[in-house]
């Protein structure tokens, strides 16, 4: 299968400072990248999604400002953490879709990032 | 608004045993996704089902599928310990994945 990657696996920073996730898909062209968030014990939820050369689509309640995705090339994607604060420490997972129609149009998960915020 | 409801959400079994996760959404799909989560870990694809009536198996995990009921199922065969994980249901709704709230399994001896 398809194979995503993401940088870095877990990350600690200090409250007020921005961090950057990196989603790469390695072997095949993400037209659409999806970006979530898991809380401990809970469930996946999209945060927004994003096409290649154009603006992500956030969903409700994800504040756009805080957390800026830039999907620059078809295989890679970023989410950036802005004036991180504890409430932002989560497990982000990241999630890479080819074209409709094609042999990677299923989604592909990375391994997510850990992010704990101090 | 597309809701995912997966029943139960904790599950205690002992080995050997049989056991049905079930999944039910709320509006129409024809994508509907069974993924594995270990602890600390990301997600592990299972099952892509694809059609209604759709059936796919491996090893002790057998998916279905009933798109008119808007029901799948994920069922459990002779549990072992190895199968203790999150399962997780998803969705598809044209662009992404909505999830169900997660089954934890906790198979015993």
């Known amino acids: 299968g398809a194979v995503v990657s993401q940088h870095p696996s877990w990350v600690i920073c200090k409250s007020g400072t921005s961090v950057k996730i990196e989603c790469r898909s390695l072997?095949?062209?993400?037209?659409?990248m999806f970006w979530y968030r898991q809380f401990p014990k809970q469930s996946l939820m999209l945060m927004a999604t994003?096409?290649?050369?154009?603006?992500?689509?956030?969903e409700q309640g994800v504040e756009k400002d805080k957390f800026l995705i830039n999907h620059a090339s078809l295989t890679l994607s970023t989410l950036t953490v802005t004036s991180a604060h504890p409430e932002d420490s989560s497990f982000y997972i990241c999630?890479?879709?080819?074209?409709?129609?094609?042999?990677?149009?299923?989604?592909?998960f990375g391994p997510g990032t850990r992010l704990t915020v101090t | 608004e597309l809701k995912v409801e997966q029943n139960p959400l904790f599950l205690s079994m002992q080995e050997g045993k049989n056991y049905t996760i079930y999944c039910n959404y709320s509006t129409t799909s024809d994508r509907l996704y069974w993924y594995r989560q270990d602890p600390g870990k990301s997600l592990e694809s299972l099952f892509v089902l694809l059609s209604n009536g759709a059936v796919k198996q491996e090893g002790r995990l057998m998916a279905s599928l009933d798109t008119k009921a808007r029901l799948s199922t994920l069922h459990i065969t002779a549990a072992v310990h190895d199968l203790s994980a999150t399962y997780f249901c998803a969705v598809d709704m044209g662009y992404a994945l909505n999830f169900g709230k997660g089954t934890s399994l906790l198979v015993t001896p």
């Open positions: 072997d095949f062209q993400a037209t659409t």
């Open positions: 994003s096409n290649e050369g154009s603006k992500a689509t956030y």
């Open positions: 999630s890479a879709r080819g074209a409709s129609g094609g042999p990677s149009f299923e989604q592909y």
